[in-house]
């Protein structure tokens, strides 16, 4: 059983033991942890109190062509997880991703604000902290294993983005506590080699993947962490150790090549790894995304006194322009009564794979019984070649009978995005007012390769006389797309008050390559304008003297518009002002709702004067952060009463319109007349 306690904290248990026996340790119920799970694995966050947002991974079902790994851990934790944590390196402090823990893993880490507790939401498990100044999101979901094609494994994916006004180095360390079944202490399998001692792994030598077996003549649960592949960010350095030493350090840890997987401070084997993404600029605003997956590998086996498993990808890219070679691995383990003298193993390919170097017989030497060899081969497709194909191993050795196994793989052609870009061919006006505004537009991708689109980044560029909606953004990134699925992406757009066929453009970029696609929308031409709007509020099609009347003074199509200023005339014979400032109310333009609750921005309330029909220093101001693209909407609305018959002209006097730029040097401004009968 793994303990939370070094040597060091021994004590402690000592300390327990002295306390009255009156005294109760109180259980509060915690929340349930959350679960996503399916025929093969399952993905279980904590959502406790403390060491919220870890997780554990284990089996259902697992292998359908197997029942020994049923109901298995991969990751050790269960329905409690802490042992595995994750450590966001900010600068040159070590963040713990989620929630506090009183536990040995990462207990004397910097521990953030959650804004956002795990929470089940499209099919994944997500989370979110912030970390000082970079804020995290956590996902975890269930996705596609490389060598098995079943969606056995857990998708593990970590954004950072940069809340700061300011640059900062950010890099992330995720450490699993890898677990097969009962087994704490299982060799990892990497290309030739088993793993048993503290060994790591840099970018340039990066494996495609590892996997974990503890027998191949029985195995109990076969794991498999991938490392390259498309839509997984390609670590910096994997480090396989031991446990304790992963748990007690939070970035940097105690590594000694060469020494075995007891956990540190302890007696018991315990393997773990940590996957390290160096620290990287993260500009302001900016976000990054971490990948990797884990979970169960495809080995296939067949038994005898050599008993031998194969493992290859899934499925492999082929067609004219994309031939990407690939690792086919044995395992061979002698399970027989006596040593196996001079094993060999010899790799038959089918038509259409080819050995990128050496030979296709490899020579493995003597195997005692009961011990586990491992040797592989680098291929590449070649030609045209597509469907599944099959490839063969035999081993054999001097005083054994020979055996073979075989193992399909599936040649598809690479992903591909179509795209069709949509949105107005042309705005119209009416009543003064552009419309529709916003703009949608978006983007329908459709995969029509043959393998998964990954990474999928999506950005709308805008060049000219448009804007991106408040609370939009450019960059988007859609969920990666298998073949013949299909996703739609959208972004709303302001005009700023150019006119004419203006450009846009969707800029994609994915494991498929980069893409641009171009749409034009037509902009009319419009007038800035600072006009009275006609009188509401009364009864019928007619003012008559005693009845209130409203009027409003709007200003439309004022680019960038950012403050106004202005004086307003009526006839006092005519109308009045009856409250003096308490019929008269703030402009719209003048109020930002575009947050919660609304925020009344500076505006100045005009002097009254009655007697001469005046209306003197109206003016507001947006301030520099808040300028409207092109504003639409009212200045002032001003209620009157009707005294006599006549009319009264409402005139605009002294009229001032400012962008971020300065005086708005054009624009028109627009009287009223106002008839009062009896």
């Known amino acids: 059983m793994k303990s939370w306690l070094s040597l060091t904290s021994i004590s402690i248990l000592l300390l327990m033991v002295l306390v009255p026996a009156n005294v109760v340790w109180a259980q509060v119920d915690d929340p349930p942890t959350l679960e996503i799970s399916n025929e093969y694995i399952r ?39 802490w042992t595995s944590f994750t450590t966001v390196r900010i600068g040159n402090q070590n963040w713990v991703f989620g929630g506090a823990t009183n536990r040995r893993a990462g207990r004397d880490g910097v521990y953030g604000e959650m804004l956002e507790p795990p929470t089940v939401r499209d099919g994944s498990i997500v989370s979110v902290w912030r970390l000082g100044p970079v804020e995290v999101t956590q996902k975890l979901r269930l996705a596609r294993s490389s060598t098995t094609g079943l969606m056995d494994t857990a998708r593990i994916e970590y954004q950072v983005q940069n809340t700061d006004d300011e640059a900062h180095l950010v890099g992330l360390r995720l450490m699993l506590d890898t677990m097969l079944g009962e087994n704490d202490g299982a060799p990892f399998r990497v290309d030739d080699q088993a793993i048993l001692t503290d060994t790591v792994f840099y970018s340039h030598n990066m494996p495609e993947f590892w996997q974990a077996f503890d ?99 899934a499925q492999i890219i082929a067609d004219a322009d994309h031939r990407q070679s690939f690792p086919i691995i044995a395992y061979i383990q002698n399970t027989g009564q006596g040593e196996a003298r001079e094993v060999t193993a010899n790799i038959r390919l089918p038509q259409g794979l080819q050995l990128v170097e050496g030979s296709a017989a490899k020579q493995l030497g003597n195997l005692d019984v009961g011990d586990t060899i491992q040797t ?38 690479p992903a591909k995005l179509q ?46 006389g448009l804007v991106l909606a408040q609370g939009d953004r450019a960059v988007k990134y859609p969920s990666a797309l298998g073949p013949g699925e299909t996703a739609v992406v959208r972004w709303f757009l302001e005009p700023t008050g150019v006119s004419g066929n203006l450009p846009y453009s969707l800029r994609l970029q994915s494991s498929a390559g980069e893409q641009v696609v171009n749409n034009f929308v037509l902009i009319p031409s419009t007038t800035p304008r600072i006009w009275v709007g006609e009188p509401s509020g009364f009864r019928d099609d007619t003012i008559r003297p005693g009845e209130y009347f409203s009027v409003a003074i709007w200003a ?17 014979e005519v109308a009045e002002i009856v409250g003096q400032t308490l019929d008269i109310s703030r402009g719209t333009l003048f109020v930002d709702d575009r947050v919660q609750p609304p925020v009344n921005l500076s505006w100045t309330m005009p002097t009254v004067d009655n007697q001469r029909g005046r209306v003197m220093g109206v003016a507001g101001d947006r301030g520099e952060d808040r300028p409207l693209p092109l504003a639409f909407g009212t200045l002032i609305t001003i209620h009157f009463r009707a005294k006599a018959p006549g009319y009264t002209d409402i005139l605009l006097q002294n009229a001032n319109l400012y962008d971020t730029g300065g005086q708005v040097p054009s624009f028109e401004v627009v009287g009223r007349d106002i008839v009062v009968k009896e």
Do not use: C
Not at 45 to 58: I, K, M
Not at 240 to 269: H, I, M
Not at 421 to 447: F, Q, S, T
């Open 43 to 81: 993905i279980v966050a904590n959502a406790r109190e403390l060491n919220t947002g870890r997780f554990s991974l284990g089996t259902t079902g697992g292998d359908p062509d197997r029942a020994e790994d049923r109901n298995k851990h991969l990751i050790y934790g269960g329905d409690d997880p």
């Open 215 to 313: 027998s191949l003549g029985n195995p109990q649960v076969m794991a498999q962490g991938t490392l390259l592949q498309p839509g997984i960010t390609t670590p910096d350095r994997v480090y396989f150790t031991n446990w304790g030493s992963l748990a007690d350090d939070l970035w940097n840890f105690d590594f000694q090549p060469g020494r075995d997987f007891t956990r540190r401070g302890e007696f018991e084997l315990d393997s773990a790894l940590a996957v390290f993404w160096d620290p990287m600029p993260l500009q302001s605003g900016s976000t990054r995304t971490y990948v990797t997956y884990y979970g169960l590998g495809g080995v296939t086996i067949a038994p005898g006194d050599l008993s031998v498993g194969v493992t290859s990808p």
């Open 376 to 413: 592989s081969w680098q291929v590449i497709p070649h030609g045209e070649l597509s469907g599944s194909v099959t490839y063969e191993v035999v081993v054999d050795s001097i005083n054994s009978e020979a055996n073979r196994v075989s193992r399909s793989i599936e040649v598809v052609s």
């Open 419 to 464: 795209i069709q870009l949509r949105g107005p061919d042309a705005l119209r006006v009416e009543d003064e007012r552009l419309r529709p505004v916003p703009i949608a537009v978006e983007a329908e991708l459709r995969n029509v390769g043959g393998m998964a689109a990954h990474s999928i980044e999506t950005r709308i560029e805008h060049p000219i």
């Open 556 to 572: 439309t199509n004022i680019p960038d518009f950012q403050r106004a200023s202005f004086d307003l005339y009526f006839n006092p």
